[in-house]
Nanobody, 129 residues
Framework: EVQLVESGGGLVQAGGSLTLSCTAS????????IGWFRQAPGKEREGLSCINNSDGKEYYVDSVKGRFTISRDSAKNTVYLQMNDLRPEDTAVYYC??????????????????????WGKGTLVTVSS
């Protein structure tokens, strides 16, 4: 059973940084793609980034490119999302997601994040102005 547990959210001032963690279990971590999406109150899910755990290739949507960095630690079965220069509009619940096919995951994160098969309970990020 695929399990994803997010952590690291919190309250931060605009311009600050946070690093989110996603610890995965129940599947072969090194062969999956793992990504992040977020959902702000009253808004649709927004895909952010994903990483191919087999080769480390990173994918970012334009809105976070240059501010967010995704990385992985295979020894810990954990994917991180380093978020810098945070803005009030980044306030949302952040979710981790996974898929055995990273390109499918990337397409979904861009076009239809509601279509992902697995996600965790999320971690809340609040950015104050």
């Amino acid at each position: 059973e695929v399990q994803l547990v997010e952590s690291g959210g919190g309250l931060v001032q605009a311009g600050g940084s946070l690093t989110l963690s996603c610890t995965a279990s129940g599947f072969n971590f090194d062969t999956y793609g793992i990504g992040w999406f977020r959902q702000a109150p009253g808004k649709e899910r927004e895909g952010l980034s994903c990483i191919n755990n087999s080769d480390g290739k990173e994918y970012y949507v334009d809105s976070v490119k240059g501010r967010f960095t995704i990385s992985r630690d295979s020894a810990k079965n954990t994917v991180y999302l380093q978020m810098n220069d945070l803005r009030p509009e980044d306030t949302a619940v952040y979710y981790c997601t996974a898929d055995p096919k990273v390109l499918r995951l990337w397409v979904l994160l861009n076009a239809d994040p509601k279509g992902v098969d697995y996600w965790g309970k999320g971690t809340l990020v609040t950015v104050s102005s």
